[in-house]
């Protein structure tokens, strides 16, 4: 069974007063999530009220600052912290600020554009010419559809 979502794409301007209002309507926060991409993040900020998901997601560049929602959801601090520790996102006036001391990882924000190379995606392979024709009319052996 799976609950229904919904992704909503805001400005981090914005992020403060939309968390105050899914507070207000008694939404709970359910996690905090950042991906890296080629030259940004992508944070998620889920919240659930009665199986319905609400996802609030938004991309930052390297150096851009984050507000910190934990004057409103506390426990969000953990997620904050784990953030600028792995990804080196900046987060501003965190309630309880690890000053990257969190994690103690071997690498310095292991998972920050700057540290991760993202595999280039696979190239499609282009048909010779005498393929197309067989993609087309598919293999000659293929057997018969059952019934």
């Known amino acids: 069974m799976s609950e ?3 992704i909503v794409a805001v400005d981090k ?3 403060v007063g939309l968390v105050t209002e899914l507070f207000a309507e008694n939404y709970r926060l359910v996690q905090i999530g950042c991906s890296t991409l080629a030259d940004a993040y992508e ?3 889920s919240f659930d ?3 319905r998901f609400k ?3 938004f991309t930052v560049v390297e150096g851009e600052e984050v507000p910190s929602i934990s004057v409103i959801y506390p426990g969000a601090f953990l997620y904050e912290n784990e953030i600028h520790d792995l990804f080196g996102v900046n987060i501003t006036h965190i309630a309880v600020d690890y000053r990257g001391t ?3 990882t071997a690498l310095n924000t292991p998972f920050s554009v700057s540290n991760v ?3 280039e995606p696979p190239q499609r392979k282009v048909p010779a010419a005498g ?3 067989q993609a087309a009319t598919g293999p000659a052996d293929t057997p018969a559809e059952q019934k």
């Open 49 to 51: 009220r009665e199986y």
């Open 102 to 104: 969190l994690y103690r």
């Open 13 to 15: 301007s914005d992020l």
């Open 131 to 133: 393929d197309q024709a």
């Open 55 to 57: 996802n609030l997601r």
């Open 4 to 6: 229904p979502q919904e």
């Open 43 to 45: 944070l998620t900020y």
């Open 117 to 119: 190379k993202l595999p």
